[in-house]
Antibody, heavy 115, light 107 residues
């Protein structure tokens, strides 16, 4: 059974940093591209970043370029999103998803950027 | 960026009704379109990919169609458990983009 479990969310001050993780199981992790998608409270879905199975290529939405870094450890079946210089508008639930068309999603982890 | 426009933004229908949601892309995306269902407090669930391919385990009452710029998601016979918000997403080019969502309620 495919499972994706996010962790690492929490409350952080503006300008701070946070790393969220996604633990994958039930499939050959290295064989799949992965994405991070976020959802601000009461809002729609917003794609954040993409990483290929081999870690290249990588893509980001413009608003997080230079601040967020996506990475993966295929030996540990883990996907990461390092978030620096966080802003209030980065607040939301962060989901990891498998594949370019999001065949499977995790339950999400809440990131709150507030002073 | 490719803009994805869903309509309607919300609808109310009766049990057993056939429901259609439309998604329009601001430029052609061939068939690189997915549909998702999200219930309150839950993660989105994949329904359709490649515009018309049913994700494994999804009931056949859900169907997708379209290509180019115009796409539809149809629920053939609406049931109470289908009450949710539905999103389309294009994966033709980066940044990947989602429609604004369609909230489906049961009368």
């Amino acid at each position: 059974e495919v499972q994706l479990v996010e962790s690492g969310g929490g409350l952080v001050q503006p300008g701070g940093s946070l790393r969220v993780s996604c633990a994958a199981s039930g499939f050959i992790f290295s064989g799949y591209e992965m994405m991070w998608i976020r959802q601000a409270p009461g809002k729609g879905l917003e794609w954040v970043s993409y990483i290929a199975g081999s870690s290249s290529p990588i893509y980001y939405r413009d608003s997080v370029k230079g601040r967020f870094t996506i990475s993966r450890d295929n030996s540990k079946n883990l996907l990461y999103l390092q978030m620096n210089s966080l802003r209030a508008e980065d607040t939301g639930v962060y989901y990891c998803a498998r594949g370019l068309h999001g065949g499977y999603w995790g339950q999400g982890t809440l990131v709150t950027v507030s002073s | 960026d490719i803009q994805m426009t869903q309509s309607p933004s919300s609808l109310s229908a009766s049990v057993g009704d056939r429901v259609t949601i439309t998604c329009r892309a601001s430029q052609g995306i061939v068939n690189y379109l997915a549909w998702f269902q999200q219930k309150p407090g839950r993660a989105p669930k994949s329904l359709i990919y490649a515009a018309s391919s049913l994700q494994s385990g999804v009931p056949s009452k859900f169907s997708g169609s379209g290509s180019g710029t115009d796409f539809t998601l149809t629920i053939s016979s609406l049931q109470p458990e289908d009450s949710a918000t539905y999103y389309c997403q294009q994966y033709y080019s980066y940044p990947l983009t989602f429609g604004g969502g369609t909230k489906v309620e049961i009368k």
